[in-house]
């Protein structure tokens, strides 16, 4: 799936990431599976945090609760944002 790097939707999800993080945001692609790819215009948000090591999707799958609280703080600023979009695109 290919994005407009100047689309509203990962622009809003960029800056999301950023202002959380304090990082510089740059989308990525992953090969996981995903339903994002059967809907149109939809785009998989799944934070990574850079230098940490992916202890997702296995038998001893956790999350650090300062990472946690972070993507809480993502996801929540994602419905907003996204949400208030004069269009959905």
Do not use: C
């Not at 990574?48 to 090591?53: E, F, L, S, V, Y």
């Not at 999707?57 to 999350?63: G, I, T, V």
């Amino acid at each position: 799936m290919a994005r407009d790097p100047s689309g509203r939707w990962l622009s809003t999800l960029l800056d999301i990431y950023g202002d959380t993080t304090g990082l510089e945001a740059q989308p990525v692609s992953a090969a996981g599976a995903t339903t994002a790819k059967q809907m149109p215009n939809a785009i998989s948000f799944g934070p990574g945090m850079p230098g940490k090591k992916y202890t997702g999707h296995n038998a001893k799958e956790y999350k650090e609760v300062p990472d946690l609280d972070a993507d809480l703080q993502m996801f929540t600023e994602m419905l907003v944002r996204i949400g208030n979009l004069q269009q959905m695109q």
